[in-house]
């Protein structure tokens, strides 16, 4: 089965940290680019980051930059988001996606996998 699964989520206080995953099973992420997004209630999906299939190109939406790290490990077919000095208004449902082609301005629907999405509550 061709699936990705996110995890390393959970509740976390204001200028804490937490490192989502985001493991491929079933294909190799290679050759693939990954999104980052997420998805507060009652708000629409947003682009948080990306990385190119090689990791050598990354981007970031301007709430997050200088907060947020996203890499790569091929070698473990997984792709990390490392989430520091987080605040409330990052609370929100984590998704991560893989497609060929896509860059940090595509929507979701131009990627290929998508994962099922990792709760990530900032509050004190």
């Known amino acids: 089965q061709l699936q990705l699964v996110e995890s390393g989520g959970g509740l976390v206080q204001p200028g804490g940290s937490l490192r989502l995953s985001c493991a491929a099973s079933?294909?190799?992420?290679?050759?693939?680019?990954i999104g980052w997004f997420r998805q507060a209630p009652g708000k629409e999906r947003e682009g948080v980051s990306h990385?190119?299939?090689?990791?050598?190109?990354?981007n970031y939406a301007d709430s997050v930059k200088g907060r947020f790290t996203i890499s790569r490990d091929n070698a473990k077919n997984t792709v990390y988001l490392q989430m520091n000095s987080l605040k409330p208004e990052d609370t929100a449902v984590y998704y991560c996606?893989?497609?060929w082609g896509v860059g940090f301005g595509s929507i979701w629907d131009e990627y290929t996998y998508w994962g099922q999405g990792t709760q990530v509550t900032v509050s004190s």
């Open positions: 990385i190119s299939s090689s990791g050598g190109s990354t």
């Open positions: 996606a893989a497609g």
């Open positions: 079933g294909f190799t992420l290679d050759y693939y680019a």
